[in-house]
C-alpha cells in the first residue's frame, strides 16, 4: 500500500488566502485506488467512483456498451432491488447521478458526511453484485436507444457532432458516438454485458475519490471494509489505433429537417495531458467565449451573417479537437459563415491578441476554476479528470499557475501551431430540399 499526503496550496487572485488541499493517495491490495482530502468547511462528502473505462474501450458491435452500463447500474444487484440505489440514496439525503465519455464512466453522490459508510455500502452492493440479466438489458437497451432518438437523430445538432467525429477520426474508437450506433444498440447481448462488466468494472480499473468532512484514514478504513475483499482480475490488453496527423482538408455534410444551416468546423490538437492545452483554451475563450468574443463580434454583431458562434477545445485521453461552430442566418449562405469565421482565426495568427482581451479570458478561466474548488464535487471532478488525463491528480493543482502563465505570444503560438486551414475538418448541417425543387 502507498500512501502520499500532501498540503498544497492554490493561491488565487479571487481569495483573501490560499486555499489549502490535503490530499492522500492510497492503494488497497486488490488494486482499487483511494484518493481523499480533507476539507471541513461543511459536513459533506461527494464520493465519486471513476471507472478508467468509455466507449473508446468498445469495439464495432458493441458500441454504446459502455454508457449502457451507466445506466444498468441503477437496475439492480444481488442485494437490492431493481431501481433501489437511487431511492436509497436520496432516503439519506444525498443526490447521485452518473455520466459517460469516450475516457471515463463517473458514478457520485453528495451527501452529509456522517453518510459516507452507507454510500460505500450502496456502491459496493452495485459494483460487485450487478443483477445482469436479459430481462435488464431488454429495458435498458430500450431506453439509450430512447435517448439516441431525441439526443441524435431527432436533432439537428446532435446529428452534427455525430458526423463530426465520424469524419475528424477514422482510425481511432472516438470515431463512434459514446451513446453508440443504433444498428450495435439492437446486436448487443447478454454475454457481451457480462464479458464487458468483468473486464472493465476491475478494482484495479477503478479510482475512489472522496472528499469532504471526513479524515484520510476513516475513509481508507470504510472503503477497504466494502471493497477490500472484492477479488481483481486480469484485465484485456487495451490497444487503441492512433489518429493520425491529418493532411488535407476533411468535409462532409449532412441533411436534416431544418431551416437553419450549421456549420462545425475543428483541427486535431495533442492529448489533455500537453503543456498547449491551456493556452489553446484561452484561445477559445478569446474567440468564442460570450459576446465580447471574436467571433460572436465578427459574425452576429457586425456582419449579421450568423445566429451565434461558439467553441471551445474538447481535451481527451488522446488526440482532441479544437472546435468552432456556428447557425446561419435566415438567407445566408453557410459558407459565408465558414469564411467569416476563418476570417477571424486568421487575424490572431497574423495580429495575435491585446492585452485586455488576454487578460479578460485569463480572468474568466481562474473564475470558473475556483469557483470549482470552492466545492467538494467540483474538487473530486478536478482531481478525478488529472488522473484519466496524467494518471496522476498531481498535475491538476497546477492549473492555475499554468493558467496564469499563459501569454499573449503564446496563445499565437497555438493558434499558427494547431489551427491551419489546409487541416481542418468540417461538417456542415443543410436543410432538406423540399419537394418539387
Not at 459563415?337 to 481562474?366: I, S
Amino acid at each position: 500500500m502507498r500512501i502520499a499526503t500532501l498540503c498544497l496550496l492554490l493561491a488565487s487572485a479571487a481569495q483573501a488566502k490560499p486555499l489549502d488541499l490535503n490530499v492522500s493517495e492510497q492503494r488497497l491490495e486488490n488494486g482499487l485506488q483511494i484518493v481523499s482530502v480533507e476539507r471541513f468547511s461543511a459536513p459533506t462528502v461527494s464520493v465519486q467512483l471513476w471507472v478508467r473505462t468509455g466507449s473508446r474501450d468498445e469495439r464495432p458491435g458493441i458500441t454504446g456498451i459502455a454508457h449502457l452500463f451507466e445506466h444498468m447500474m441503477f437496475k439492480g444487484s444481488k442485494n437490492l432491488g431493481a431501481e433501489k440505489h437511487a431511492g436509497e440514496v436520496m432516503k439519506i439525503g444525498g443526490q447521485l447521478n452518473a455520466y459517460t465519455t469516450h475516457d471515463a464512466t463517473v458514478y457520485y453522490e453528495d451527501v452529509a458526511a456522517d453518510k459516507l459508510d452507507a454510500i460505500l455500502a450502496l456502491e459496493a452492493e452495485r459494483f460487485q453484485h450487478l443483477s445482469l440479466s436479459a430481462k435488464m438489458l431488454e429495458s435498458e437497451r430500450e431506453v439509450v436507444k430512447e435517448e439516441r432518438r431525441m439526443r441524435t437523430d431527432n436533432s439537428p445538432s446532435g446529428t452534427l457532432i455525430e458526423a463530426f467525429f465520424a469524419a475528424a477520426y477514422k482510425n481511432h474508437n472516438y470515431r463512434w458516438p459514446v451513446v453508440g450506433w443504433m444498428k450495435d444498440l439492437d446486436l448487443i447481448n447478454l454475454a457481451d454485458c457480462q464479458n464487458f462488466f468483468k473486464a472493465h468494472y476491475n478494482p484495479k480499473n477503478i479510482t475512489v475519490i472522496v472528499v469532504g468532512a471526513v479524515k484520510h484514514e476513516e475513509v481508507k478504513r470504510r472503503v477497504e471494509h466494502h471493497f477490500g475483499a472484492w477479488k481483481a482480475a486480469a484485465r484485456p490488453q487495451r490497444n487503441y489505433a492512433p489518429e493520425p496527423a491529418h493532411k488535407g482538408r476533411h468535409e462532409s455534410t449532412v441533411h436534416f429537417a431544418t431551416n437553419t444551416p450549421l456549420l462545425l468546423g475543428g483541427w486535431m490538437v495533442p492529448a489533455a495531458k500537453h503543456k498547449d492545452i491551456t493556452a489553446l483554451k484561452v484561445l477559445g475563450r478569446i474567440l468564442s467565449e460570450g459576446r465580447s468574443s471574436r467571433l460572436y463580434r465578427e459574425l452576429v454583431y457586425k456582419k449579421e451573417i450568423a445566429q451565434y458562434a461558439a467553441g471551445d477545445v474538447m481535451t481527451q485521453v488522446d488526440n482532441g479537437q479544437f472546435y468552432l461552430w456556428s447557425a446561419a442566418r435566415p438567407g445566408v449562405n453557410i459558407d459565408a459563415v465558414e469564411a467569416a469565421m476563418l476570417e477571424v482565426v486568421d487575424g490572431v495568427k497574423n495580429l495575435g491578441v491585446n492585452p485586455d482581451e488576454l487578460a479578460r479570458a485569463k480572468a474568466q478561466a481562474e473564475s470558473e476554476s475556483v469557483g470549482q474548488l470552492k466545492k467538494a464535487h467540483g474538487i473530486a471532478g478536478l482531481l478525478g479528470w488529472s488522473l484519466m488525463y496524467h494518471g496522476d491528480w498531481r498535475p491538476a493543482l497546477n492549473e492555475l499557475d499554468s493558467l496564469r502563465a499563459v501569454t499573449a505570444a503564446d496563445v499565437q503560438r497555438v493558434a499558427k501551431t494547431y489551427l491551419i486551414e489546409d487541416s481542418m475538418t468540417v461538417v456542415k448541417l443543410l436543410p432538406l430540399a423540399k419537394e418539387g425543387k
